[in-house]
């Protein structure tokens, strides 16, 4: 359960999963419904009760397998949904299997409370291993320390210690609690108990002695896991041995970490092909990073949107914008639906090479078509702008950001705020500045800042300016030093 989480934190920016539906015979079937909806908040009862209604079988395996796949992505809420849907229908008798399925998602959508009383609810031959495995996953994942261990000691009462599972999982506590000096004692006692550690130990380990600089403790665990006789070495380790060596600055130990990696790595295995590009620019190696783009196309056929997006993060990190632009355009060409993210990556590198020209055209571009951007980059842009001193184009671009056509839930940058606010108060005539602070309030509460450059405004027009005083009082935001000058601009004006 913790084994895709921690892959995500020993190697940074490349955890993808490679699920997309398609259905090359076109028959609709109940994982054809509900694989395609995608956002999580989307429920897939509606889909189920129809499903049934119109007299159509429902069978066992057809839902464990729509359940593994919506986990797979990471759509935790549908899965639960789908496995409350079996139970309460009858569909099966739950095993311990099946208990600890649903005991996961508990955890995973409602928290380890919820998890607990479930538990505590399960018929007493319900309660393995399987089971008791879950419910300390899921304490492991909200880092609740004495409850892990405590549940530790009695999985050791009832003897159920007997897979490497339950040991990653208590590993992976100290790894969240960043109490990496614990992790090596956890696999001697797992060793002294006669429970051979599997990859993802020995992965655990090396990954607790390379944080902490050990690096010669780090080698003497990778030495000891390719001496096991029941060890396969597997792509994931030494990739996370080369990481460690790049941020060492022990580069020839990378390089050849990386050689052994690829060497392991499966023909289709796209994540692996991701996790090598991306370590690749981390080491500065452009070539490297477009040789396995291609070999990951002749391996694996297709790109999908986040094969696109770590190629696109890997050549903007490397400040090959120009090789990005040629990948941007492969995307757009390609059948994939549309996702920002994609790029947005690009925009971030030109943004960060202060080519602005360049990332206002392809955002501008983006709004003509319709295309959903993020206020983020609009913000970004405006941010930059400023830092040249132009700030009339950042008051443009942050009122992109402000566009009703940008998805909301974004909080604008507190210290680029106020200097555009200054400006527009000094420049801007009554109806840019209220038109700019009206959709700025729906974002952020109104504040000294906003009145400031309203009043500025106002009086500057000769404008009455006693309902903005009135409006400040409203509030309650205090006059302050500024305020007081800015009122005495009236009196000079007068």
Known sequence: MYRKLFSEILTKNAGFSRSYYTNRTNKVTLYSKISPLGDPSTSVVPELEDWVQKGKKVRVAELQRIIRDLRKRKRFSQALEVSDW???????????????????????????????????NLKEQDKTEKTYGALLNCYVRQCQTDKSLSHLEKMKEMGFLSSALTY????????????????????AEMKQNKVSPDNFSYRICINSYGVRSDIEGMEKVLREMESQPHIVMDWNTYAVVANLYIKAGLTHKAADALKKSEERLEKKDATGYNHLISLYA??????EVLRLWDQAKTACKRYINRDYIVILKSLAKLGELEEAEKKLEEWESSENCYDFRIPNTLIDGYIEKGLLVKAET???????????????????????????????????????ALSPKVKKGWKPNSEVIPRILSWLG????????????????????????????????????????????????TEKIGEDKETKNILAMRQSAV
Request: charged content about 25%; overall charge neutral.
């Open 168 to 187: 990653n999982d208590i590993m992976c506590l100290y790894v969240n609690l960043g109490q990496h000096e614990k992790v090596p004692n956890v696999l």
């Open 282 to 287: 981390s080491f500065g190696k452009t070539d």
């Open 86 to 120: 079996m139970s309460k229908k009858g569909v099966c008798i739950f095993s311990p299997v099946e208990h600890a399925v649903q005991l996961d998602l508990i955890g995973r959508v409602r928290g380890f409370v919820s998890a607990e009383s479930y538990f505590s």
């Open 426 to 473: 000094d420049k801007a005539s009554v109806e840019e500045v209220e038109a700019f602070v009206e959709p700025l309030k729906a974002v952020i509460p109104a504040n000294r800042h906003m009145y400031h450059a309203l009043l500025k405004a106002y009086i500057r027009e000769g404008r009455d300016i006693s309902g903005l005083l009135e409006g400040m009082k």
């Open 362 to 400: 392809l955002l501008e571009g983006l709004m003509e078509e319709g295309k959903a951007t993020s206020p983020n980059s609009w913000g970004a842009l405006a941010a930059k702008y400023l830092e040249k001193g132009e700030a009339k184009k950042a008051f443009k671009y942050m009122k992109a």
